[in-house]
Protein backbone atom coordinates (compact mmCIF):
# COMPACT_ATOMS: atom_id res chain seq x y z
CA UNK A 1 0.00 0.00 0.00
CA UNK A 2 1.57 3.41 -0.99
CA UNK A 3 1.99 6.35 1.62
CA UNK A 4 -0.58 9.36 0.72
CA UNK A 5 0.40 11.98 -1.04
CA UNK A 6 1.90 14.81 0.83
CA UNK A 7 -0.12 18.14 2.10
CA UNK A 8 1.94 20.16 1.72
CA UNK A 9 3.91 22.92 -0.29
CA UNK A 10 7.42 24.84 -0.86
CA UNK A 11 8.12 28.35 0.20
CA UNK A 12 10.15 30.27 -1.61
CA UNK A 13 14.30 31.09 -0.54
CA UNK A 14 15.10 33.42 2.10
CA UNK A 15 18.68 35.47 1.61
CA UNK A 16 20.23 32.95 4.80
CA UNK A 17 18.80 29.77 3.60
CA UNK A 18 15.72 27.40 2.40
CA UNK A 19 13.09 27.39 5.01
CA UNK A 20 11.26 24.60 5.67
CA UNK A 21 8.53 23.16 4.33
CA UNK A 22 5.08 25.26 4.63
CA UNK A 23 1.94 22.76 6.16
CA UNK A 24 -0.78 23.08 3.34
CA UNK A 25 -3.29 22.44 5.92
CA UNK A 26 -2.22 24.94 8.23
CA UNK A 27 -1.61 27.50 5.81
CA UNK A 28 -5.27 27.33 5.16
CA UNK A 29 -6.50 27.94 8.64
CA UNK A 30 -5.76 31.40 8.90
CA UNK A 31 -9.43 32.03 10.32
CA UNK A 32 -8.58 29.98 13.09
CA UNK A 33 -5.15 31.68 13.56
CA UNK A 34 -7.39 34.98 13.56
CA UNK A 35 -9.77 33.66 16.38
CA UNK A 36 -7.16 32.34 18.51
CA UNK A 37 -5.31 36.31 18.01
CA UNK A 38 -8.56 38.17 18.63
CA UNK A 39 -9.30 35.68 22.07
CA UNK A 40 -6.34 36.88 23.62
CA UNK A 41 -5.50 40.91 22.46
CA UNK A 42 -7.95 43.82 23.74
CA UNK A 43 -10.86 44.19 20.85
CA UNK A 44 -10.01 45.38 17.78
CA UNK A 45 -5.96 45.78 18.02
CA UNK A 46 -5.74 43.02 15.89
CA UNK A 47 -5.47 43.71 11.72
CA UNK A 48 -4.25 42.36 8.45
CA UNK A 49 -3.09 39.32 7.93
CA UNK A 50 0.84 39.99 7.01
CA UNK A 51 1.83 36.57 5.96
CA UNK A 52 2.82 33.20 7.66
CA UNK A 53 6.28 31.26 8.78
CA UNK A 54 6.96 27.41 8.92
CA UNK A 55 8.48 26.72 11.81
CA UNK A 56 9.37 22.98 11.51
CA UNK A 57 7.34 20.16 10.17
CA UNK A 58 3.57 20.73 10.80
CA UNK A 59 4.18 23.81 12.51
CA UNK A 60 3.28 27.04 10.93
CA UNK A 61 2.97 30.34 12.74
CA UNK A 62 0.63 33.29 11.36
CA UNK A 63 1.45 36.96 11.71
CA UNK A 64 -0.98 39.63 11.99
CA UNK A 65 -1.18 43.35 12.40
CA UNK A 66 -1.55 45.29 15.45
CA UNK A 67 -3.34 48.12 15.97
CA UNK A 68 -3.01 49.23 19.47
CA UNK A 69 -1.72 52.41 19.36
CA UNK A 70 1.20 52.03 21.66
CA UNK A 71 2.59 49.08 19.57
CA UNK A 72 3.60 50.34 16.66
CA UNK A 73 5.11 48.16 14.61
CA UNK A 74 4.24 45.05 16.53
CA UNK A 75 1.94 41.93 15.17
CA UNK A 76 0.19 39.01 16.62
CA UNK A 77 1.72 35.65 16.03
CA UNK A 78 -0.17 32.46 16.02
CA UNK A 79 1.55 28.87 15.82
CA UNK A 80 -0.38 26.41 14.58
CA UNK A 81 -0.08 22.81 14.51
CA UNK A 82 -1.19 18.92 14.24
CA UNK A 83 -0.55 15.54 13.96
CA UNK A 84 0.50 13.81 11.05
CA UNK A 85 -2.15 12.62 8.80
CA UNK A 86 -5.02 14.53 10.79
CA UNK A 87 -6.54 17.76 8.84
CA UNK A 88 -7.37 19.37 13.12
CA UNK A 89 -5.45 22.28 13.49
CA UNK A 90 -4.25 23.19 17.20
CA UNK A 91 -3.74 26.44 18.68
CA UNK A 92 -0.27 26.07 20.21
CA UNK A 93 0.69 29.74 21.33
CA UNK A 94 0.05 33.48 20.35
CA UNK A 95 2.71 36.03 20.61
CA UNK A 96 2.96 39.93 20.50
CA UNK A 97 6.07 40.32 19.10
CA UNK A 98 8.29 43.40 17.61
CA UNK A 99 8.63 43.90 14.00
CA UNK A 100 11.24 45.76 11.83
CA UNK A 101 10.81 49.44 13.38
CA UNK A 102 8.42 48.35 16.09
CA UNK A 103 8.48 50.86 19.05
CA UNK A 104 10.65 49.39 22.26
CA UNK A 105 11.20 50.37 25.38
CA UNK A 106 14.60 51.07 26.70
CA UNK A 107 17.00 48.18 27.70
CA UNK A 108 16.06 47.65 30.79
CA UNK A 109 19.13 48.24 33.40
CA UNK A 110 19.50 47.03 37.21
CA UNK A 111 18.87 49.97 39.76
CA UNK A 112 22.08 49.58 41.07
CA UNK A 113 24.16 49.69 37.67
CA UNK A 114 21.63 52.94 36.75
CA UNK A 115 22.71 55.17 39.72
CA UNK A 116 25.78 57.49 39.08
CA UNK A 117 27.86 58.99 41.33
CA UNK A 118 26.09 62.14 43.22
CA UNK A 119 22.78 60.38 42.65
CA UNK A 120 22.41 59.15 46.33
CA UNK A 121 20.01 60.51 48.56
CA UNK A 122 19.90 60.87 52.04
CA UNK A 123 18.14 57.36 53.42
CA UNK A 124 19.25 55.74 49.82
CA UNK A 125 21.32 52.21 50.67
CA UNK A 126 23.32 51.05 48.08
CA UNK A 127 23.22 47.11 47.87
CA UNK A 128 26.42 45.52 48.33
CA UNK A 129 28.85 44.38 45.83
CA UNK A 130 30.12 40.85 46.22
CA UNK A 131 32.99 40.90 43.50
CA UNK A 132 33.90 44.75 44.12
CA UNK A 133 36.64 44.84 42.11
CA UNK A 134 37.95 48.35 43.67
CA UNK A 135 37.92 46.15 47.58
CA UNK A 136 39.79 43.72 48.88
CA UNK A 137 39.92 41.42 51.81
CA UNK A 138 40.96 43.35 55.15
CA UNK A 139 42.60 42.47 57.90
CA UNK A 140 42.54 38.47 58.22
CA UNK A 141 42.31 36.88 61.87
CA UNK A 142 45.11 34.79 63.09
CA UNK A 143 43.17 32.67 65.64
CA UNK A 144 45.22 34.32 68.66
CA UNK A 145 42.33 36.13 70.14
CA UNK A 146 44.79 38.82 71.83
CA UNK A 147 46.87 39.24 69.16
CA UNK A 148 44.26 39.84 67.07
CA UNK A 149 42.95 42.34 69.54
CA UNK A 150 46.02 44.12 69.62
CA UNK A 151 46.60 44.01 66.27
CA UNK A 152 42.98 45.85 65.26
CA UNK A 153 43.44 48.26 67.94
CA UNK A 154 47.08 48.95 67.09
CA UNK A 155 46.45 49.22 63.07
CA UNK A 156 43.36 50.38 62.73
CA UNK A 157 42.27 47.06 61.28
CA UNK A 158 39.06 44.94 60.89
CA UNK A 159 37.23 45.54 58.22
CA UNK A 160 35.74 42.92 56.19
CA UNK A 161 37.76 44.73 52.96
CA UNK A 162 39.52 47.53 52.20
CA UNK A 163 40.66 49.41 49.00
CA UNK A 164 42.66 47.16 46.01
CA UNK A 165 45.80 48.33 44.29
CA UNK A 166 42.82 48.92 41.89
CA UNK A 167 40.51 50.83 43.80
CA UNK A 168 43.41 53.20 45.42
CA UNK A 169 44.67 53.81 41.43
CA UNK A 170 41.14 55.03 40.37
CA UNK A 171 40.27 56.95 43.27
CA UNK A 172 44.14 58.85 43.27
CA UNK A 173 43.46 59.70 39.60
CA UNK A 174 40.10 60.81 40.02
CA UNK A 175 40.68 63.14 42.89
CA UNK A 176 43.93 64.55 41.37
CA UNK A 177 41.93 64.64 37.89
CA UNK A 178 39.32 67.10 39.69
CA UNK A 179 38.91 70.65 41.19
CA UNK A 180 40.85 69.75 44.45
CA UNK A 181 43.66 68.72 42.27
CA UNK A 182 46.23 70.78 40.37
CA UNK A 183 44.94 72.09 37.53
CA UNK A 184 41.98 73.66 39.09
CA UNK A 185 41.89 77.36 39.22
CA UNK A 186 42.60 78.17 42.63
CA UNK A 187 45.40 75.69 42.72
CA UNK A 188 46.74 77.87 39.34
CA UNK A 189 46.94 81.44 40.68
CA UNK A 190 47.53 80.27 44.51
CA UNK A 191 50.46 81.86 45.99
CA UNK A 192 51.85 78.68 47.52
CA UNK A 193 50.85 74.91 47.55
CA UNK A 194 48.91 72.86 50.11
CA UNK A 195 51.66 70.71 51.15
CA UNK A 196 53.40 73.64 52.96
CA UNK A 197 50.28 74.79 54.70
CA UNK A 198 49.62 74.49 58.38
CA UNK A 199 45.71 73.19 57.20
CA UNK A 200 46.89 70.54 55.29
CA UNK A 201 46.27 66.86 57.18
CA UNK A 202 47.93 64.20 55.56
CA UNK A 203 45.86 60.77 54.76
CA UNK A 204 46.83 57.66 56.02
CA UNK A 205 48.23 54.92 53.98
CA UNK A 206 49.71 55.11 50.23
CA UNK A 207 47.37 57.73 49.66
CA UNK A 208 49.41 59.83 51.94
CA UNK A 209 52.16 60.72 49.34
CA UNK A 210 49.77 62.80 47.36
CA UNK A 211 47.15 63.45 49.17
CA UNK A 212 45.94 65.00 52.25
CA UNK A 213 42.59 66.75 54.15
CA UNK A 214 42.20 71.02 54.28
CA UNK A 215 40.75 71.84 57.56
CA UNK A 216 40.97 75.49 56.82
CA UNK A 217 37.29 76.84 57.06
CA UNK A 218 38.08 80.10 55.16
CA UNK A 219 39.33 77.70 52.07
CA UNK A 220 37.03 77.03 49.17
CA UNK A 221 38.37 72.98 49.84
CA UNK A 222 37.82 72.81 53.10
CA UNK A 223 36.70 69.47 54.49
CA UNK A 224 37.53 68.07 51.00
CA UNK A 225 40.62 65.59 49.55
CA UNK A 226 43.30 67.62 48.14
CA UNK A 227 46.39 66.99 46.64
CA UNK A 228 49.91 67.98 47.87
CA UNK A 229 50.03 70.51 45.04
CA UNK A 230 46.59 71.58 45.08
CA UNK A 231 46.51 75.53 46.86
CA UNK A 232 44.30 78.34 47.18
CA UNK A 233 44.59 81.83 48.42
CA UNK A 234 44.15 80.75 52.13
CA UNK A 235 47.20 79.20 52.79
CA UNK A 236 48.72 79.49 56.07
CA UNK A 237 52.28 80.60 55.37
CA UNK A 238 51.28 83.79 52.62
CA UNK A 239 50.14 86.92 53.25
CA UNK A 240 48.92 90.27 51.03
CA UNK A 241 51.06 92.24 49.58
CA UNK A 242 51.25 95.32 52.23
CA UNK A 243 52.00 98.53 50.90
CA UNK A 244 52.71 101.90 52.41
CA UNK A 245 49.86 103.99 52.83
CA UNK A 246 50.47 106.73 51.13
CA UNK A 247 48.70 110.10 52.72
CA UNK A 248 48.08 112.86 50.10
CA UNK A 249 48.22 116.66 51.28
CA UNK A 250 45.52 119.02 52.40
CA UNK A 251 43.37 120.63 49.47
CA UNK A 252 43.01 124.23 50.71
CA UNK A 253 39.34 125.59 49.36
CA UNK A 254 40.43 128.83 48.21
CA UNK A 255 36.92 129.82 46.19
CA UNK A 256 34.40 128.85 48.65
CA UNK A 257 36.45 130.02 51.81
CA UNK A 258 38.42 133.00 52.56
CA UNK A 259 41.81 132.47 54.09
CA UNK A 260 42.64 134.57 57.24
CA UNK A 261 46.08 134.81 58.83
CA UNK A 262 46.15 134.63 62.55
CA UNK A 263 48.80 136.61 64.91
Known amino acids: MSSPAPTSVETVQTPRARTAPVDAVLADAVDVALAAARDVAEGGSVGEHLGLTAEGERLVSHSFACTSAGYRGWR ?24 DGALLSPQWLPWADRLAPGDVSPGDVLPKRVDDPF ?11 ESDELALYELGLGRPRVLSLLGREDAAQRWYDGTHGPRDPHAEQAPAKCTTCGYFVPMAGALRQVFGVCA ?13 DHGCGAHSEVDVEHRPEVVEPPVLDELGYESVELE
Open 76 to 99: WVVTLSRVSRSKTVTVSEVNLLPG
Open 135 to 145: LEEGYAATGDE
Open 216 to 228: NEWSPSDGSVVSL
